[in-house]
């Protein structure tokens, strides 16, 4: 289909993902954004044992195998970004003022380049200036001292920032005496937590790369991973090549779920690419649970056809609860309304579940966003666990969980405490190890934060990276709540909205990126920091290039210096001395988070070392002390009105969350354009919609309508009802009181929309 439109640029969708296209791709990003030198040095350190960790996704690398060219695109992307030589410095700022940099895009904010110096905003001002970091540190001391109490602030964190970083960032907010500590999980993996905990006793993922080789099935259900895990393609791969087979549940078709061209190996740089779906199936909107809910309904028919060949019944007895009940809810649900939620034909539907009871069972699920911003989410996920207790196919090699998470360190961040809702336990050793109240009232997710501020019971809002305006739902109503603050800070290092819209007084504090080279406290090599990735494996990360800016300060160090003015010194806590050594860091952690024995040592070693987790070996740490099974009612996202749409908003080919890198979408045929809507194509006929017509968004929420215009409406394979577009421009729609049950996750990938053509 040719583009009508003078920008856009439309090709046809791609059936496969990477490949030499890719290649090129990468290197165009980092040859014209960062200048050869800065770019390709940091591309060749990327994920090396001793280079520094991909700051893109947390998919783990290979244990003993790693090129010299282990980066993926989109890796390369993301580095470009950050290795920039370009710099956004005072002078910048004097020549911009904030309101006209509120005219930019987002994409046009990531070229600017790199934050150089500590800035202020003051009250009334148009433009920021420059500020001593010992001012912005007494200031911001003075906004922490002047609160009625300090649930009144907030301190956000993004999933980038390091295991260091993160630890001292808690230790210092309990110290404050609050736990309003949202993070960017909040919007993302906060659901897979929610479900996994409580039915097997660990909120993170079970499996290794090596399972993954090994499996007989891999699901892969609601995620991108051609886009948002390029290196997960090549363990789907090894897992074909291994005679395993790959199921991907998704209502897109997506290219780096059909066909996969590795861009290391020959075979993959001619494009030649390994089919990676065996069975592709286009699911409505949110009809995931059915899905799992008919394998369970074909386990437990085949199991009596077979008198108990099927499910893992010596399993169940000795390791889960709840098997009977379940069972009943199993029996209970109709096929009737299995295929109506999911839209799958019950053919396609036993052809999976005869794939997964054929072999050996070694069956592993993947999940991310598609099923994670759902209202049923939880459950969702407990009905993918459900299915895998049945089988036994848990802790044992080639089976297992896999939430795919995002950022590259949020795992670890949870890890390091960042969790408003820290359990008791974590709360009595850091008692223990520091000789201080840790304050029990838990604290408010990002969902709840946005409402304080919003009613102007918090005041105070700090970030620890990322871009809280434009990743929050509803953004004018995040605007308005940032607005009601006397004070926000962002530890950053790109500009992006966030520091355009903000409290009475807005700070920007720049900091040293995963890139570059951390001479901190004057050290005489440089410091390191340490990661934990999607699969528990700990490990350390060293910057290579030489800083963009010597104003620039570390995380920790940041953190160490507010902390230091804001709270000072206890007998057992001093802060500028954690902050200027990152081993003392490592120290106290190893004093009081469980798994960090001799944490400076083990994580010297080539590779890091993977965190205990017990469910590999089967012990469950729940309250029964066994898996549970959890019977839920069958559900699916209701609508309010019959003819309306159920929105989701994605990532392009060219972002990473907030960040937009570029303007295409390659893989989904989109060149130059972010304003686009894809719908199937009946949907357009009915509603008199042509082709990159130009459409109306309007949401329905119990509080009122929101609309956005100027979004293109494209064609896409993709089921009836259901419509598609890109984060953040589509956030705006997304009602604040939309989350998910128990998680209180915004519902990203379920909003009720009537589109029309624009008037
Ligand atoms: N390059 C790059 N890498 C990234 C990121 C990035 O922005 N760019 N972000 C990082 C982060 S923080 C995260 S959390 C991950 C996100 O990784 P993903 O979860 O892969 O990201 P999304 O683009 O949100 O993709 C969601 C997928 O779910 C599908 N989906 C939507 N609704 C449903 C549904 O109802 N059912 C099913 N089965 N599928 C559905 C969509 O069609 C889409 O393919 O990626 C991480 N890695
Ligand atoms: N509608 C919709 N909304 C969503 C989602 C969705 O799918 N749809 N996804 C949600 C998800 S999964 C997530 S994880 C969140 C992401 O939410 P965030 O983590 O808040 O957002 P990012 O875009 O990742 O943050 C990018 C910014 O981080 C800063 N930064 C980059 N590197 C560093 C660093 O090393 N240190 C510091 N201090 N700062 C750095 C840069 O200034 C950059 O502008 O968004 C959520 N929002
Ligand atoms: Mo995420």
Redesign the pocket.
């Given at each position: 289909m040719q583009s009508e439109d003078a920008n856009l640029k439309l090709k046809k969708a791609k059936t496969w993902a990477a490949g030499s296209p890719a290649v090129i791709s990468s290197l165009k990003h980092v040859m014209s954004t960062a200048g050869p030198v800065r770019g390709t040095k940091a591309l060749l350190d990327l994920n090396q044992t001793a280079g520094f960790d991909c700051?893109s996704c947390a998919w783990p690398d290979p244990d003993d195998h790693r090129a010299m060219t282990e980066f993926c695109e989109n890796g390369a992307k993301s580095i470009a970004s950050?290795a920039t030589s370009f710099t956004v410095d005072p002078a910048f700022f004097e020549k911009y003022s904030v309101a006209e940099l509120m005219e930019k895009s987002d994409y046009w904010h990531?070229q600017q380049g790199r934050?150089t110096h500590p800035m202020v905003l003051e009250e009334g001002a148009t433009h920021y200036k420059p500020i001593s970091w010992d001012d912005a540190f007494s200031l911001m001391a003075k906004e922490l001292k002047s609160l009625n109490h300090p649930d009144e602030a907030i301190f956000?964190t993004?999933?980038?920032?390091s295991n260091e970083a993160a630890f001292i960032y808690q230790l210092f907010v309990r110290h404050f005496g609050t736990n309003n500590l949202p993070d960017?999980?909040n919007?993302?993996?906060e659901s897979s937590g929610s479900a996994l905990v409580p039915s097997v006793g660990i909120g993170k993922g079970t499996v290794t790369l090596d399972d993954m080789h090994h499996a007989d099935v891999i699901i892969s259900v609601g995620q991108n991973p051609g886009t948002n895990h390029p290196r997960m393609l090549g363990s789907l791969e090894e897992c074909i090549e291994n005679g395993g087979e790959v199921v991907a549940i998704n209502p897109l078709k997506e290219a780096g779920l059909l066909g996969f061209a590795h861009p290391q190996r020959p075979k993959g740089m001619m494009n030649r690419a390994t089919p990676l779906a065996d069975q592709y199936l286009q699911v409505k909107m949110n009809g995931d649970m059915a899905i799992f809910r008919a394998l369970a309904k074909c386990i437990v028919a085949e199991d009596k056809k077979t008198e108990g060949q099927v499910i893992d019944h010596q399993f169940i007895a000795e390791h889960t609860t709840g098997f009977e009940s379940y069972l009943g809810a199993v029996e209970a649900t109709s096929w009737e309304q299995i295929l109506e939620d999911s839209g799958i034909e019950k053919s396609e539907l036993e052809r999976l579940a005869s794939k997964i009871i054929a072999k050996d069972k070694k069956l592993i699920t993947c999940w991310a966003?598609g099923v994670t911003?759902q209202k049923n989410a939880v459950d969702t996920i407990r009905e993918i666990v459900n299915v895998h207790l049945l089988l036994g196919a848990i802790g044992r090699h080639g089976a297992g969980l896999c939430p795919v998470r995002?950022?590259s360190n949020?795992q670890g961040d949870r890890t390091m405490g960042i969790y408003e809702k820290l359990p008791e336990e974590q709360h009595l050793l850091l008692e223990k190890a520091f000789h201080f109240e840790s304050p029990r009232k838990h604290g408010y997710d990002v969902v709840e934060a946005i409402e304080a501020m919003h009613k102007k019971e918090a005041k105070f809002f700090f970030?620890?990276?990322?871009?809280?305006l434009?990743?929050?739902?509803d953004t004018d109503f995040t605007a308005e709540a940032l607005q009601n603050c006397d004070l926000t800070a962002?530890?950053?290092?790109?500009?992006?909205r966030s520091l355009l819209v903000t409290g009475k007084t807005g700070l920007i504090l720049p900091?040293i990126?995963?890139t570059e080279l951390d001479f901190t406290g004057n050290a005489t090599a440089p410091q390191f920091i340490t990661c934990e990735n999607s699969m528990g494996i700990v490990h350390m990360s060293t910057g290579r290039l030489k800083p963009i800016s010597d104003t620039l300060m570390s995380?920790p160090n940041i953190v160490a210096h507010l902390a230091d003015k804001a709270v000072g010194n206890t007998e057992h806590v001093n802060w500028l001395e954690l902050g200027a050594n990152y081993d003392l860091i490592r120290d106290a952690i190893e004093a009081s988070i469980p798994g960090f024995e001799n944490f400076n040592e083990r994580v010297r070693t080539p590779g890091g070392f993977y965190l205990q987790n017990d469910v590999k070996d089967r012990v469950w740490n729940t309250a029964t002390k066994k898996a549970n099974f959890h019977k839920s009612e069958l559900s699916i996202f209701q609508q309010s009105k019959s003819d309306t749409l159920v929105l989701q908003?994605?990532?392009s080919h060219d972002q990473?969350?907030?960040?937009v890198y570029g303007l295409d979408d390659r893989y989904r045929g989109i060149g130059n354009e972010r304003m686009i809507v894809f719908l199937n194509p009946e949907d357009m006929k009915e509603r008199g919609i042509k082709p990159v017509q130009l459409v109306q968004i309007t949401s329905h929420w119990d509080d009122g309508d929101r609309s956005l215009s100027g979004f293109k409406a494209i064609p896409y394979d993709m089921p009836r009802g259901a419509a598609a577009a890109y984060?953040?421009e589509?956030?705006p729609l997304?009602p604040i009181g939309s989350t998910a049950d128990i998680s209180n996750t915004?519902t990203?990938?379920a909003i009720e929309v009537s589109i029309a053509p624009q008037a």
């Open positions: 700051p950050e990531d934050l956000y993004s999933g980038r920032t960017c999980s919007m993302c993996h966003m911003q995002g950022h949020v970030a620890m990276g990322g871009n809280f434009q990743a929050a739902p962002h530890v950053v290092t790109k500009l992006n900091c990126g995963r995380e908003t994605l990532r990473y969350n907030t960040t984060f953040p589509a956030n997304i915004p990203s990938k």
